[in-house]
Every structure is written in C-alpha cells, then in structure tokens.
C-alpha cells in the first residue's frame, strides 16, 4: 500500500555543491545552477549539513540542538501521512551529514546486442508488458554514474555520513488550532499549531544514531565500485 507523506522540517540546512574539481566548495545560487553545461561527463560533488558542524571529522550538534529531555527541541523532521492526517511523525535532536565525492556522470549509448545473462523479464510489468520497446535494451541512450578508480587499499571516501535522531515520538496538531483554508482541511492557520511544532508527548518511541565505531560522532565511510547505468527515461 503505498502513502503520501508530508514532510515538516524545522531547523538550519546547508547544501554546497561543486561541478568539476577546480574549484573550491561554496554556495551555488540559482543563476549559478542554471548555467551549469557539460560536454561528455559531469563529475559532481555534494555536501548537505543539517543542524551540524565539521569537527576534524567528527560531527557535532549545533548547541541549539542539545536541550534538556522535556523542552522543545528546535532540530525536528516532522512526517505527516496520508489517513492520518494532523497526526505526526517527529524525529527531535535530528541532526546530520551527507558528503558524496566526485560522483561521475556520463551519456552513453548501450551496445546493438544483448549479452549471454540478458533476461526479458527483467523489463516486463506485472502484467507481463514491457515497460521499454520489446524487452530490449539494446542501443539505448543511457547514464553511466561511477565513481573514481584506482583507489588504495582501506580508503572509504565515496559517501560520508552521520545521522543522530535522539527521540522520536507521534505528535498531533494543537487542539485549539484553527483551519480556515477549505482547500487545505487539515494545515492550521499558525505554523506553531502543526504537530511537528509541538513538544506534547514527553517519551521515546524510538532513536537511532548512523556513525562509524572509530569515535561517538565519526562519520559512516562508504566506498563504490564499479559502474550504474540508468536508461529507459
């Protein structure tokens, strides 16, 4: 069954990107991104920070963010689901890090013949249609996405990232909230008054932490190999 949800972010987000290997990480506006062009590959690399700050590797909570059990927590990501509407989700003391490096992205073509392991069942819906020309991918136009080769032995630099969710509980919209938009039952006329505003429900219904054992705060170290092809667009 699949549900719609709404998402509520209440905090500081910070997202630095880089095209090529020139320049140095800073903001991009959207002019900047706009004018963005590329010949035959784009080598991309993203940074999103979120209630964080860099520590020697270590991630660490802006102070705003570690509050005394009890009080309202300004680092939330609040979810709202489709049925249960005015009912939320919230993640409080949310704070993380994502860094991908150098992800490679090139136009390819996909060879005229098939390879002894191609499988036509692979491309065919539920209903046994194929969702590209014959069940066959031969000759299309397709993304190549990889990573750099030829990395040493222990290097774990592709992604980077660290997660911490300190609580996590089900809020509901204020009570006393007013809903004066026919066209939007269930949003309230005040921001303050949306559940993932609210800190009514005390206990934990769950927590969680995505980090490395090398330290309380280190950063989860991935490495790719190989190659992604994405086609049928």
């Not at 069942?121 to 031969?138: A, L, Q, V």
């Not at 980090?211 to 950063?219: I, K, Q, R």
Request: charged fraction near 20%; glycine fraction near 10%.
């Amino acid at each position: 069954m699949r549900r719609i949800i709404r998402i509520g972010v209440y905090g500081i987000v910070v997202m630095l990107a880089s095209v090529g290997s020139a320049d140095s990480m800073r903001a991009m506006n959207d002019y900047e991104l706009g004018e963005i062009t590329g010949q035959t590959a784009i080598q991309l690399s993203l940074r999103l920070h979120n209630n964080i700050e860099v520590r020697d590797d270590n991630h660490v909570a802006l102070s705003h963010c570690n509050t005394a059990p009890g009080t309202y927590n300004p680092c939330r990501l609040g979810m709202e689901f489709v049925d249960k509407e005015t009912n939320w989700l919230v993640m409080k003391e949310y704070y993380g890090y994502l860094n991908l490096t150098d992800i490679r992205l090139q136009g390819v073509v996909l060879p005229g013949s098939n390879t002894l392991y191609h499988d036509e069942d692979r491309f065919k819906r539920e209903d046994g249609s194929c969702m590209i020309t014959n069940c066959d991918p031969s000759g299309l136009v397709a993304i190549q996405m990889d990573y750099p080769s030829g990395k040493g032995e222990g290097e774990y630099l592709d992604m980077r990232t660290f997660m911490n969710v300190g609580r996590m509980t089900v809020e509901t919209n204020d009570p006393a909230a007013t809903y004066s938009d026919a066209s939007n039952p269930y949003t309230p006329d005040n921001l303050s008054d949306f559940g993932f505003m609210q800190e009514q429900n005390q206990g934990v219904a769950n927590a969680f932490r995505i980090s490395d054992s090398t330290g309380p705060n280190a950063n989860m170290q991935v490495r790719f190999d190989g190659r992604t092809l994405i086609y049928g667009f």
